[in-house]
């Protein structure tokens, strides 16, 4: 069984990143036109703006509307925390930063019970539909996307910009490790939406406590699968 699989949209991140790591693309550079870019990439349109957003929410990119895509301004320890997460972490730094993803979620989601608006709801709400719609045809590449997207939708609702850039960060260096756990650990996404679900009522009803309660056992439930995944890849 192959460990390498990726979704286009990966396809894309990576591209991206390689580009920066050869120094091709540098801060401040602008990205080429969305048409020009999907086309030297190979994917559709819809993938390459897939990819772009997972940037932007790393802290890579920066979309600003009517100026194009740039490349931020980024510290030589933040860019390769970004570009090369595989080649940093060992089996117990990875377990260190789900620990340390677990604080920082602990607080997101207590803050979002307090400050979450009708919008960010709305987003976390329409997040699951499509997560639910991609666990439907088992496009789990595409799940795990969104899964990434909505814990950064709980952490925007938090209103803490320096909690939400944390995550931001620790997601960034797990992304790829928890996309192929998706991938090939039967249930984990099912599960991982059932989680979602809770929260977001959770958050409906700003009742920090469940909210506490479903982040520590979702967290705890991709802790496992992670042992479980790298107990495998190691085998």
């Not at 699989?5 to 091709?24: A, W």
């Not at 980024?74 to 789900?98: F, G, I, K, Y």
């Not at 506490?212 to 479980?228: L, T």
């Amino acid at each position: 069984m192959s460990f390498k699989r990726t979704s286009l949209s990966d396809h894309v991140m990576e591209e991206i990143k390689g580009r920066l790591m050869r120094g091709e693309l540098r801060e401040g550079d602008r990205l080429p036109s969305h048409d020009l870019l999907s086309k030297e990439l190979g994917v559709s349109r819809s993938t390459l703006r897939e990819g772009l957003k997972n940037l932007t929410l790393m802290g890579i990119l920066e979309m600003k509307p009517g100026h194009g895509t740039h490349i931020r301004s980024l510290s030589p320890s933040s860019l390769m925390h970004n570009l090369a997460p595989s080649l940093l972490m060992d089996r117990a730094t990875v377990m260190e930063l789900m620990d340390a993803r677990l604080v920082v979620e602990l607080g997101t989601v207590t803050l979002a019970c307090k400050n979450a608006d009708p919008s960010d709801l709305e987003e976390m709400e329409r997040l699951i539909r499509q997560m639910e719609g991609y666990l439907r045809t088992k496009d789990y590449a595409r799940y795990s996307d969104l899964d990434l997207r909505f814990h950064f939708a709980v952490a925007h609702a938090s209103k803490n910009k320096v909690l939400e850039r944390i995550l931001e960060d620790i997601r960034g260096l797990l992304s790829q490790l928890l996309k192929e756990v998706v991938l090939y650990l039967p249930g984990m996404a099912e599960t991982g939406n059932q989680y979602h679900k809770q929260i977001l009522k959770a958050l409906r009803s700003k009742d920090s406590g469940p909210a506490e309660k479903s982040i520590r056992s979702h967290i705890a439930s991709v802790a496992a699968a992670v042992k479980k995944y790298q107990s495998m890849k190691s085998s």
